[in-house]
């Protein structure tokens, strides 16, 4: 982070990342350098005691030492989420919003004109959709008797034998003699 971005961090966090990470380290420190002191306290004996405060200080360092790389990846979290991205608007900065060139209003209109041409065309689509849905709706009772009708005719024909029909007609037919077709 530059100093601008730390600026501008201080300014509308009212903290900097790098501080939020310092103090967070410095109380890291503290809570291992009690709780060495407590455990110290509560297992030495007279005999132990010059023994163990020898070592007090190789223990924390191995405390804070496996603490450092949970410590760091904190840090790397600290400056990603307590950071104004530089692309963010602000209150102050919203002046900057709406401005545009003469080009940029010029397309923005030409778009608006586009999509304005397209809602009439749409509108005309759906207004003939809908025209042709009542049209269709006005036949359907209609239909309904054309297949009413058709479902009747078939039922009426298929009572009727058509085979014996057919043989009926021929065995009539060459029985009687044609006159009409001698004439």
């Known amino acids: 982070m530059d100093f601008n971005s730390s600026t501008y961090d201080q300014k509308y966090f009212n903290f900097t990342a790098a501080q939020l990470s310092a103090e967070r380290e410095h109380i890291v420190q503290d809570i291992i350098k009690q709780g060495a002191a407590r455990i110290i306290n509560k297992i030495k004996t007279p ?9 007090k200080e190789n223990v924390e360092r191995r405390f804070l030492a496996s603490a450092t790389k949970g410590l760091k ?5 600290d400056s990603k989420v307590f950071h104004v991205p530089s692309h963010v608007l602000l209150p102050e900065h919203m002046f900057l919003e709406n401005q545009f060139t003469k080009g940029q209003e010029e397309q923005k209109v030409a778009k608006l004109e586009e999509l304005k041409a397209k809602y009439r065309e749409n509108m005309t689509m759906l207004a003939h959709l809908k025209i042709e849905e009542e049209k269709y709706a006005a036949m359907e009772d209609l239909i309904q008797k054309e297949i009413e009708m058709q479902d009747r005719v078939q039922k009426n024909c298929s009572a009727l034998n058509a085979a014996k029909l057919k043989q009926y007609c021929t065995q009539v037919n060459l029985k009687q003699p044609n006159k009409d077709l001698a004439n």
Do not use: G
Request: charged residues 30%; hydrophobic residues 55%.
């Open 47 to 55: 005999a132990t005691a010059d023994l163990l405060e020898a070592q």
């Open 73 to 77: 990846a904190l840090r790397e979290l």
